[in-house]
């Protein structure tokens, strides 16, 4: 946002509360499917005065002005300024105005590689893994989204969505550039290393290392090292107590979950995230406790297997629409 | 609420609605101070064509508020400077989106190649879609951005990100309002 000073009166902006209704409107047309019924409303809505029509228009003016760049390109730019130009700023300001160069960029015209940057994500149920440009490995568990950026000064990942595991490579011949796992939550350094991170629905990160150490730095807290069979849930502002890793938990890249004394409220929240539509085990059962190998690449085998070896019985209300009952 | 740019060639100075005596005000000010802020703008950005925009922008960003030149206090050059500040970063800020903007447009296939003047008008578009993200927490900018870029449907982003649709509902609303303010 440009920096305002003084109380820049706002010239032309119509009132908030006509903001807000062209808002709902927007989103209404561009994320979800309006009925033929709500068209004719915000015809109506829209004719009620020029007030309405002006708010309509700075909301029809994001999208036009979105619209005027390919996505790919829009996605790669606030890809890489997110990454350089906060620090860079900083340290202008603090140089009073000596122009820096960012190393990384003067370099990389004489390096042997280009930059290499994509986006790699996966669809519910599907699961990938990658050779990165450094023949490190990553794969991306169900509905994961990981956006990757090598350049000359670094090895860098941001993991947007779901679950990642990594095998990293020491480095091409001659370059030590540090290899980062950005979250919304803090940055994990691999320390030469097979680890995997995942995103979790309560505003945290959960980091297990399967070989050698990683070093969690939260958003606003003190960077710490997580050690080989260890695993660690990390919020934007602390690191939690360790716990001996589970060994099984990285077992999901072969497509397999297997569940030592686990809750079957878990294994089902667990499938869940395989499947889309809804998946849910009634309370009554959930703190059972169950233990078993289950295949994540086949939900639907998985639910009979459940239905044929526990008490339990698969609801199928649709096929989006699953609930796993006691029986009888 | 508005956003100026540095624009070389466009140095607009004074208001054809203002008071004679603000008129008269804002010469003083402008003679008293425009060669100070000019020097410490240089000084800033070591670079006298962009300084002298800013400057300008700094004078008429001055005029377009209501605190108008008679009421600038004891110390205007405290003020100007202030407003100054805040001009040298959004054009910090500009130079690092267009820096950036070029360079992706080199990585792009050969296939996409537009021309010189898409591309200008693909630049000043990214920047103005930088200024309306830079207010956005990061979570709220992310579930904006998986619905606008990567086209995901407000229950796809509930399943990824593991939140409520109404939740990812209102991200949306926030990012969108204060795109629409920010424009």
Known sequence: MPHRTLDDNPAGLPDQKLLEEAADWAIAFQYETPDPRREAQF????????AHEQAWERARQVFATFGQVPTPLTREVLERLNHASARRRTLRLLAGGAVLLPVGLSLARHQPWREWLSDERTAVGERRTIALPDQSELALNTASAVNVS?????????LVAGEILIATQPDLPGFKRP?????????????????????LEDGSSRVSVFRHAVEITPQHGAPRILEEGQQVHFTTTEVMQPM?????????QQGMLLAQD???????????????????????????????SISLSDTDSALDLLERTLPVRIVRRTSYWISVQPRG | MFMFRAQS?????????????SRQQTHVLYAEH??????????????????????????????????LPDNLGQEPRALLAHIAKGLVIDHWRRQDVQRVAMEALRHLPESFMPSPEERLVMVEALVRVDAMLASLPAR?????????LEGLTLQQISEQAGMPVITVRRHIRKALLACMSTL
């Open chain 1, 150 to 158: 090598f350049t000359s000064a670094q090895r860098r990942l941001q």
């Open chain 1, 244 to 252: 001996p890793v589970d060994e099984n938990s990285g077992l999901w």
């Open chain 2, 34 to 67: 425009h060669g100070w802020l000019f020097g410490w703008l240089r000084g800033k950005i070591g670079n006298a064509s962009d300084a002298a925009d800013l400057a300008h922008d700094t004078f008429v960003r001055i005029l377009a508020s209501r605190h």
């Open chain 1, 262 to 292: 686990m809750r079957l409220g878990d294994v089902v929240a667990e499938l869940a995230r395989y499947r889309r539509g809804f998946l849910n085990c009634d309370p009554a059962i959930a703190g059972q406790r169950v233990s078993g």
């Open chain 2, 9 to 21: 060639g466009i140095h607009r100075i004074g208001n054809d609605t203002m008071a004679g005596s």
């Open chain 2, 140 to 148: 709220t900018r992310q579930v904006f951005l998986l619905a606008q």
């Open chain 1, 43 to 50: 015809r109506e809505w829209h004719g009620l005065s020029a």
């Open chain 1, 179 to 199: 290899f980062l796992v950005e979250t919304p939550y803090g940055t994990v350094r691999a320390l030469g290393t097979r680890f995997g991170l995942r995103l």
